[in-house]
Nanobody, 124 residues
């Protein structure tokens, strides 16, 4: 059972990136997937979460209107489209799963199967 985040990189302020969270060893369609990030010297924080039904999504206030979470259960992958990136978005980004719903989100306590993450650096 594994979730692997990818798609990070170096981008200029105002730019865009799309992160992918690929699931292996289990079927994604029974799970909610949350995106979290951790900047150097800071605690991990919730960014966005999407429930198993495709419809219910939630976002941190700091990314609302800029980030879009989506899922493709056929490809067993969840995406995080990040637009209008800011230097304060610089962090390691992780995805994790929770059965069915984003319960307790933005707390990460109920999520499991954390992958290694992908680094996003927003800098000119």
């Amino acid at each position: 059972v594994q979730l692997q985040a990818s798609g990070g990189g170096l981008v200029q302020p105002g730019g865009s990136l799309r992160l992918s969270c690929a699931a292996s060893g289990f079927t994604l369609d029974e799970y909610a997937i949350g995106w979290f990030r951790q900047a150097p010297g800071k605690e991990r924080e919730g960014v966005s979460c999407i429930e198993k039904n495709y419809v219910s999504t939630t976002y941190a206030d700091s990314v609302k209107g800029r980030f879009i979470i989506s899922r493709d259960n056929v490809k067993n992958t969840v995406y995080l489209q990040m637009n209008s990136l800011k230097p304060e978005d610089t962090a390691h980004y992780y995805c994790a799963r929770q059965y069915f719903y984003c319960s307790g989100y933005p707390s990460d306590i109920r999520f499991d199967s954390w992958g290694q993450g992908t680094l996003v650096t927003v800098s000119s």
